[in-house]
């Protein structure tokens, strides 16, 4: 209950907005209890980022390795299931590892590493999205192109995020989804997926896809 309490506030304040009487509010907790669970702030802060992390992580690769789907429409069922998460709650929530990293040098110190290794994580998985673009044995260049495009693809998701909450409006990720999806599909030479928004959150891959693609 804390710790979902908690990413629900990160997401929304941040963290230097965020004090440990707003989770107990949230919570009906003790202080006490809180204490018992967690020496400080800081502490309770890293548990949340790795919370968050694992169930993105897990949002990613249900995306993004469904072999039944050509990569650039993972990457665009990707887009349309976040802009579904964000017009569900009203544009109040972003990404927590973006709200993060625009307020990282009010974080404790030891929030830097760990935000790094996250992005980077998040930047292997749509690198290797993109490779299965380029055929089963991709070279060197095509190596290091899917990494370029998978970095461009991370900063400019994270603008358009904070940008749509700031309009409170899907428009920035709409705009960016379709112009990422043009330039890389222009460098990867192939055609891009038509970009037209659907009706709520895309279905999910099915599990046994799913489940396929991890192996």
Known sequence: MLVRAGVGLLTEKGFSSTCVDDVLNATGISKGSFYYCFSSKEDFGQVLIDSYASYFNAKLDLWLTDRATPPLQRMLNFMHDARAGMTKHGFRRGCLIGNLGQEIDMLPDSFSGLLLTILEGWELRVTDCLLAACGPHPSAAQRRLCARLS???????????????????????????????????????????????????????APAQTAQAAN
């Open 151 to 205: 970095r461009h693809f991370w900063i400019g998701w994270e603008g358009a995020v904070l940008r749509a909450r700031m309009e409170h409006d899907p428009g920035p990720l709409d705009l960016y989804a379709a112009f990422y999806l043009a330039q890389a599909a222009a460098e990867l030479g192939i055609r891009p997926p038509a970009t037209a928004i659907p009706h709520g959150s895309p279905v999910p891959p």
